[in-house]
C-alpha cells in the first residue's frame, strides 16, 4: 500500500505570504495526485488534480507541481479564505490513500 | 448541479451492523465511480471503499471482511453494509464521486454533507 505523507502538520502565515505544503509518497505514483482543502465543519473541495492541474472555479494563486514521489501545493498571495486543512490525496492505484493534513493558520 | 445525500448513520453498539445509504441527484449515476470517505473525530480523511461502474469492488485493508459496498443504479444509490464495528470506526461517513481521471484512478470532485457514525457501548 502507499503511504502519503505530509509537512509541515501546522502552518502559520500571514495574508500575503507564499506559502508551500509538501506531500511525499512511499513510491512512485507518477503524477497521479490531487490536493484538497477542508474548512471546519464542512466538506473537502478538490483544488488541483494529476499534480498540476487546477480544478474549474479554483483561484489560480493556488498550483501544484512534482512527479514521483515529491509533491508541493503553493499558495502564492494568501488570502484569509485560505484557511483550513490540506491533504493530499494518491490514485496511482488501490487502496486510495490520503496525507494526514496541514492545517494552515492565518496569522 | 450534482448532489449527494447521505443517511442511516447513528449510534450503534460494538460489534453491531449499520447500513449507510447515498443518494445521488444530477449526473448519470451509473456511469460513475462512487466512494466511501470517511473522517474520524478530530483527524484526517481516510478512504474506506469503492464501488466501480462495473461490479468491482474496492476496499481499505482497515474494514476489509467487515464492511460491503454496493450500488443500485436504478435508485441511483450507494450503499455501505457495516458489519462487526468497533470503536475506531466512528466517523463521518461521506459519499464522493470519483472522477475517472485519464483512465488512471479517481479523485474525489463531489461530496456528500456526510453521515455520523458512532459506536459504543
Known amino acids: 500500500d502507499i503511504q502519503m505523507t505530509q509537512s509541515p502538520s501546522t502552518l502559520s502565515a500571514s495574508v500575503g505570504d507564499r506559502v508551500t505544503i509538501t506531500c511525499r509518497a512511499s513510491?512512485?505514483?507518477?503524477?497521479?495526485l490531487a490536493w484538497y482543502q477542508q474548512k471546519p465543519g464542512k466538506v473537502p473541495k478538490v483544488l488541483i488534480y494529476?499534480?498540476?492541474n487546477l480544478e474549474s472555479g479554483v483561484p489560480s494563486r493556488f498550483s501544484g507541481r512534482g512527479s514521483g514521489t515529491e509533491f508541493t501545493l503553493t499558495i502564492g498571495g494568501l488570502q484569509p479564505d485560505d484557511f483550513g486543512t490540506y491533504y493530499c490525496?494518491?490514485?496511482?492505484?488501490?487502496?486510495?490513500?490520503f496525507g494526514q493534513g496541514t492545517k494552515l493558520e492565518i496569522k | 448541479e450534482v448532489h449527494l445525500v447521505e443517511s442511516g448513520g447513528g449510534l450503534v453498539k460494538p460489534g453491531g451492523s449499520l447500513r449507510l445509504s447515498c443518494v445521488a441527484s444530477?449526473?448519470?449515476?451509473?456511469?460513475?465511480?462512487m466512494n466511501w470517505v470517511r473522517q474520524a473525530p478530530g483527524q484526517g480523511l481516510e478512504w474506506v471503499a469503492s464501488?466501480?461502474?462495473?461490479?468491482?469492488?474496492y476496499y481499505a485493508e482497515s474494514v476489509k471482511g467487515r464492511f460491503s459496498v454496493s450500488r443500485d443504479n436504478a435508485k441511483n444509490s450507494l450503499y455501505l453494509e457495516m458489519y462487526n464495528v468497533r470503536a475506531e470506526d466512528t466517523a463521518i461517513y461521506y459519499c464522493?464521486?470519483?472522477?475517472?481521471?485519464?483512465?488512471?484512478?479517481?479523485?474525489?470532485?463531489?461530496w456528500g454533507q456526510g453521515a455520523h457514525v458512532t459506536v459504543s457501548s
Open positions: 464501488a466501480d461502474t462495473g461490479t468491482s469492488m
Open positions: 444530477g449526473f448519470k449515476f451509473s456511469d460513475w465511480n
Open positions: 464522493a464521486r470519483g472522477w475517472y481521471d485519464d483512465s488512471r484512478g479517481h479523485f474525489f470532485d463531489s
Open positions: 490525496q494518491q490514485y496511482h492505484s488501490y487502496p486510495y490513500s
Open positions: 513510491q512512485s505514483i507518477s503524477g497521479w
Open positions: 494529476r499534480a498540476s
